[in-house]
């Protein structure tokens, strides 16, 4: 068991090793060449650029002004300048929400550890149990701290339970005006948006299949006779999975052809050249760059005879559709409602924005979706109790003397006081940690099995397994392990009478294995994010063998973004430690506040410097921190109830028999006051939303906005062609609006035509409607209407996927 001078130990350890991170980011942040790595955001949103040098070559890599050196720790104050509706207007509601559960747990935690430490501290020390127990049971100094201490059938139990509810009220009161807060930001943030093409579009899955009529005709058939008055047009859904991978496999080819063309571009003297065989390790050796076209231009061959065997065959039209509507108000009705008799058919949900769709599941049958999450959820449970071997090993590790009396032959290695230190104080949460890091590699994997369709529900369903694994296995697994290992040697040397009492003993004993943890993951582990350490090298590899134009400078940076599926559960863990140890051991809340004061700090820096969020969610996933804290609170409460049972406090214990079932009504009220502003759109919002539209603008265009907006990728012909390569007349006639570029490239994939790059855009007024599609190779003539104009342009016919040319 680790004793105050371990839990110094890991303190010096961690704290040593924080401030080395933040020292390392303060001096590598203001150097020039690093800008790109520690500053994306900025750049992203174009209001940044390249830091200018002084003096010679040396300064472009290297900052000289030593001024900014002795004002390299003013990040701490900037990251705070910066208002919440800033931050929403800069990098959004999901980013925002994020840093309000740190201030959250802060405020949760403030008032909680101050009381706990006046109050129940001194209650704990005055009885003295543990120093009159047997020798042979493990205890340490912060154990005579907890609520081990109190001897059995004390009166001073009933200081615990008032304590109990007073944090659990404190809880559910900042709980609350915290729901109210965060669903009044979402419905503002909706209603301050632009017309976004997610507002007017559902998802509709499990389309019922008629002979002698194509899943498209089906769809509109149904929307047309069932929403007369707000259907607009949709969007079929292509099963090419197949030619997404080819597609990336391409842009691999493209990344090696590129790199051996700069290769050789620095030293024209000698072509590069590789051999053929496995890895490049044996075979006929071979010129790269004729090797890599030769590869490339086979494949794009394949991906030509792929693309059109998907256009030409019904069945890869997949019994789903992007269906857009032409008012907010008529998709809500549509999203929100049964579609059919049927409930299994037309199976109608709010499409995710264009930018959160996951392509990949649209094309899952819903009799496979059913398959699917069943077989996961075995798999889950069979992974939350396969990890609890590696668990168990790891207590064993934070609990050296119990395990020296069931093994003393590892007595000699462990005897060194500064080894024993080491290994109790910093190396069980250093393991922890590092058995951690695959893991939520390993459940996002299973979650796209499950056939989730946004990349924002893939997260929050990758969190949610999470949560579950931590609970199980970081939490109750840490404590059942560790109390095996504990109390192993008294257990076969006493009654089994005594048992029940020492399980319940060892419980709050598991605190010094928590700190630990926290220090290491909340407080070194955060430092070590703000550091960025692994992108940096990244980026700087990159930018020396591969970066050729600005575009891959933007890619090389990689901002990357809040990584949902493992901060959310690792939050939710120190929620978790924090309420139930604030009754049984408060001394660890000290070292939970450190976390989440430090953590704002990182994290706001990060969200306003560094990350970019792949898509936006409007705060869809506050319910799931709200429903986890609660949970935390019932468990808390169960946990105190047994332990207390231990203790032979049979007139103190029934007085918290109701506090689970209060915390559980509150929780289904606020479930049914605020959570339908996350699952629900209020048609009265919809509707509000339209009347402001159509008061201050046409929406003469909105079918042109919706025709693109959930285009397969595999009608993204140009989407990343320089700009050079395409010219474009951009002098309309007077008194005319033209439409984006996109929608003039991207004809809708419901009449199946190629898309290709304009060459030549031109625009007349006419009131006709005209198709013409050629051939791969020809050049030929397109018509696309827009209102009362008609815009020509030449296109000489190819086939393009993501900048490159079939």
Same mark, same amino acid.
């Given at each position: 068991?680790?004793?105050?001078s371990d839990i110094g130990v890991s303190a010096f350890i961690n704290i040593l090793g924080a401030f080395a991170f933040l020292l390392a980011f303060a001096l590598l942040r203001i150097q020039p060449i690093n800008d790109r790595v520690y500053f994306p955001?900025?750049?992203?949103?174009?209001?940044?650029?390249?830091?200018?040098?002084?003096?010679?070559?040396?300064?472009?890599?290297?900052?000289?002004?030593?001024?900014?050196?002795?004002?390299?720790?003013?990040?701490?104050?900037?990251?705070?300048?910066?208002?919440?509706?800033?931050?929403?207007?800069?990098?959004?509601?999901?980013?925002?929400?994020?840093?309000r559960i740190y201030t959250l747990g802060f405020k949760i935690f403030g008032p909680t550890a101050l009381v706990a430490l006046l109050v129940l501290i001194p209650v704990n020390v005055s009885d003295g149990t543990l120093f009159f127990l047997r020798k042979?049971?493990?205890?340490?100094?912060?154990?005579?701290?907890?609520?081990?201490?109190?001897?059995?059938?004390?009166?001073?139990?009933?200081?615990?339970?008032?304590?109990?509810?007073?944090?659990?009220?404190?809880?559910?009161?900042?709980?609350?005006?915290?729901?109210?807060?965060?669903?009044?930001?979402?419905?503002?943030?909706?209603?301050?948006?632009?017309?976004?093409?997610?507002?007017?579009?559902?998802?509709?899955?499990?389309?019922?299949?008629?002979?002698?009529?194509?899943?498209?005709?089906?769809?509109?058939?149904?929307?047309?006779?069932?929403?007369?008055?707000?259907?607009?047009?949709?969007?079929?859904?292509?099963?090419?999975?197949?030619?997404?991978?080819?597609?990336?496999?391409?842009?691999?080819?493209?990344?090696?052809?590129?790199?051996?063309?700069?290769?050789?571009?620095?030293?024209?003297?000698?072509?590069?050249?590789?051999?053929?065989?496995?890895?490049?390790?044996?075979?006929?050796?071979?010129?790269?760059?004729?090797?890599?076209?030769?590869?490339?231009?086979?494949?794009?061959?394949?991906?030509?005879?792929?693309?059109?065997?998907?256009?030409?065959?019904?069945?890869?039209?997949?019994?789903?559709?992007?269906?857009?509507?032409?008012?907010?108000?008529?998709?809500a009705v549509c999203a929100q409602t049964q579609q059919s008799k049927n409930p299994t058919l037309w199976l109608t949900n709010w499409a995710p924005e264009p930018r959160d769709v996951y392509w990949n599941n649209l094309s899952i049958s819903f009799f496979?979706?059913?398959?699917?999450?069943?077989?996961?959820?075995?798999?889950?449970?069979?992974?939350?109790?396969?990890?609890?071997?590696?668990?168990?090993?790891?207590?064993?590790?934070?609990?050296?003397?119990?395990?020296?009396?069931?093994?003393?032959?590892?007595?000699?290695?462990?005897?060194?006081?500064?080894?024993?230190?080491?290994?109790?104080?910093?190396?069980?949460?250093?393991?922890?940690?590092?058995?951690?890091?695959?893991?939520?590699?390993?459940?996002?994997?299973?979650?796209?099995?499950?056939?989730?369709?946004?990349?924002?529900?893939?997260?929050?369903?990758?969190?949610?397994?999470?949560?579950?694994?931590? %609970?199980?296995?970081? &939490? +109750?697994?840490? /404590? =059942?392990?560790?109390?095996?290992?504990?109390? #192993?040697?008294? $257990?076969?040397?006493?009654?089994?009478?005594?048992?029940?009492?020492?399980?319940?003993?060892?419980?709050?004993?598991?605190?010094?294995?928590?700190?630990?943890?926290?220090?290491?993951?909340?407080?070194?582990?955060?430092?070590?994010?703000?550091?960025?350490?692994?992108?940096?090298?990244?980026?700087?590899?990159?930018?020396?063998?591969?970066?050729?134009?600005?575009?891959?400078?933007?890619?090389?940076?990689?901002?990357?973004?809040?990584?949902?599926?493992?901060?959310?559960?690792? %939050?939710?863990?120190? &929620? +978790?430690?924090? /309420? =139930?140890?604030?009754?049984?051991?408060?001394? #660890?809340?000290? $070292?939970?506040?450190?976390?989440?004061?430090?953590?704002?700090?990182?994290?706001?820096?990060?969200?306003?410097?560094?990350?970019?969020?792949?898509?936006?969610?409007?705060?869809?996933?506050?319910?799931?921190?709200?429903?986890?804290?609660?949970?935390?609170?019932?468990?808390?409460?169960?946990?105190?109830?047994?332990?207390?049972?231990?203790?032979?406090?049979?007139?103190?214990?029934?007085?918290?028999?109701?506090?689970?079932?209060?915390?559980?009504?509150?929780?289904?009220?606020?479930?049914?006051?605020?959570?339908?502003?996350?699952?629900?759109?209020?048609?009265?919002?919809?509707?509000?939303?339209?009347?402001?539209?159509?008061?201050?603008?046409?929406?003469?265009?909105?079918?042109?906005?919706?025709?693109?907006?959930?285009?397969?990728?595999?009608?993204?012909?140009?989407?990343?062609?320089?700009?050079?390569?395409?010219?474009?007349?951009?002098?309309?006639?007077?008194?005319?609006?033209?439409?984006?570029?996109?929608?003039?490239?991207?004809?809708?994939?419901?009449?199946?035509?190629?898309?290709?790059?304009?060459?030549?855009?031109?625009?007349?007024?006419?009131?006709?409607?005209?198709?013409?599609?050629?051939?791969?190779?020809?050049?030929?003539?397109?018509?696309?209407?827009?209102?009362?104009?008609?815009?020509?342009?030449?296109?000489?016919?190819?086939?393009?996927?993501?900048?490159?040319?079939?």
């Amino acid at each position: 068991m680790a004793t105050l001078s371990d839990i110094g130990v890991s303190a010096f350890i961690n704290i040593l090793g924080a401030f080395a991170f933040l020292l390392a980011f303060a001096l590598l942040r203001i150097q020039p060449i690093n800008d790109r790595v520690y500053f994306p955001k900025w750049y992203i949103t174009g209001k940044r650029s390249a830091p200018g040098h002084v003096g010679n070559f040396v300064g472009k890599f290297v900052n000289l002004n030593f001024k900014t050196y002795l004002t390299f720790l003013n990040w701490m104050p900037q990251a705070m300048k910066m208002s919440e509706s800033k931050i929403i207007e800069h990098a959004g509601l999901d980013s925002a929400v994020f840093l309000r559960i740190y201030t959250l747990g802060f405020k949760i935690f403030g008032p909680t550890a101050l009381v706990a430490l006046l109050v129940l501290i001194p209650v704990n020390v005055s009885d003295g149990t543990l120093f009159f127990l047997r020798k042979d049971l493990v205890v340490s100094d912060i154990d005579k701290l907890s609520i081990s201490n109190i001897k059995p059938k004390s009166w001073k139990f009933f200081v615990h339970i008032a304590m109990e509810y007073l944090f659990t009220f404190w809880t559910c009161f900042m709980l609350y005006k915290e729901y109210g807060r965060v669903a009044a930001m979402r419905l503002k943030f909706l209603a301050s948006q632009d017309r976004c093409a997610e507002q007017f579009t559902v998802l509709v899955r499990n389309v019922p299949h008629e002979s002698k009529r194509s899943i498209t005709d089906s769809v509109e058939n149904f929307f047309k006779k069932n929403h007369p008055d707000h259907y607009l047009c949709h969007q079929a859904v292509y099963n090419a999975n197949k030619f997404a991978k080819l597609v990336r496999k391409r842009a691999r080819l493209q990344n090696w052809l590129d790199y051996n063309q700069l290769k050789f571009e620095r030293n024209p003297e000698k072509r590069p050249t590789k051999k053929k065989g496995f890895l490049g390790l044996w075979g006929e050796k071979v010129d790269s760059i004729d090797y890599y076209k030769q590869q490339l231009k086979e494949l794009d061959r394949r991906l030509t005879m792929e693309r059109e065997g998907i256009l030409n065959n019904s069945k890869s039209i997949m019994p789903a559709a992007f269906v857009s509507f032409n008012s907010r108000c008529g998709a809500a009705v549509c999203a929100q409602t049964q579609q059919s008799k049927n409930p299994t058919l037309w199976l109608t949900n709010w499409a995710p924005e264009p930018r959160d769709v996951y392509w990949n599941n649209l094309s899952i049958s819903f009799f496979s979706l059913s398959l699917r999450k069943l077989l996961i959820s075995v798999a889950v449970f069979a992974l939350v109790f396969f990890y609890m071997i590696p668990i168990t090993f790891v207590q064993s590790l934070a609990n050296l003397e119990g395990l020296e009396k069931v093994a003393p032959f590892l007595r000699p290695l462990i005897e060194w006081k500064i080894i024993k230190s080491f290994l109790q104080g910093f190396l069980p949460g250093l393991a922890l940690k590092v058995f951690l890091l695959v893991l939520p590699a390993i459940l996002m994997f299973m979650s796209k099995i499950e056939g989730h369709v946004a990349l924002s529900v893939l997260e929050r369903r990758t969190a949610a397994k999470y949560y579950y694994f931590m %609970l199980v296995n970081v &939490f +109750l697994g840490s /404590i =059942v392990a560790g109390t095996a290992f504990q109390q #192993l040697h008294a $257990f076969l040397h006493q009654s089994a009478t005594q048992i029940p009492r020492n399980i319940g003993v060892s419980i709050p004993m598991k605190a010094t294995f928590f700190i630990t943890y926290i220090m290491v993951d909340g407080w070194a582990g955060i430092a070590g994010e703000i550091l960025r350490l692994k992108p940096l090298v990244i980026f700087h590899l990159k930018n020396m063998f591969l970066v050729k134009t600005e575009r891959d400078m933007e890619k090389a940076m990689d901002p990357g973004g809040v990584d949902f599926p493992e901060t959310l559960p690792s %939050l939710q863990l120190y &929620f +978790l430690l924090g /309420i =139930v140890y604030a009754v049984v051991t408060p001394i #660890l809340l000290p $070292f939970i506040l450190v976390f989440f004061a430090f953590a704002h700090l990182v994290y706001r820096h990060q969200v306003i410097n560094v990350y970019n969020q792949r898509y936006e969610s409007a705060a869809a996933f506050w319910p799931h921190v709200h429903a986890r804290i609660i949970a935390s609170l019932v468990i808390s409460q169960l946990l105190l109830m047994g332990l207390l049972s231990t203790k032979k406090a049979a007139k103190s214990t029934p007085f918290l028999v109701v506090l689970p079932l209060l915390t559980l009504a509150f929780h289904k009220y606020c479930k049914s006051r605020f959570e339908p502003a996350f699952r629900k759109y209020p048609v009265e919002e919809a509707m509000e939303k339209d009347l402001q539209d159509r008061s201050c603008e046409s929406d003469a265009n909105l079918k042109a906005y919706l025709a693109d907006a959930y285009l397969h990728p595999i009608f993204r012909s140009f989407e990343e062609v320089e700009l050079d390569e395409v010219k474009v007349d951009k002098k309309p006639p007077p008194n005319s609006s033209s439409p984006p570029l996109s929608e003039l490239s991207s004809p809708s994939p419901t009449h199946h035509h190629e898309e290709d790059e304009p060459s030549q855009v031109s625009q007349t007024s006419h009131d006709v409607q005209h198709y013409e599609v050629g051939q791969p190779g020809d050049l030929f003539h397109y018509e696309y209407e827009q209102t009362s104009h008609i815009y020509h342009y030449d296109v000489e016919s190819q086939y393009h996927h993501n900048g490159y040319h079939y």
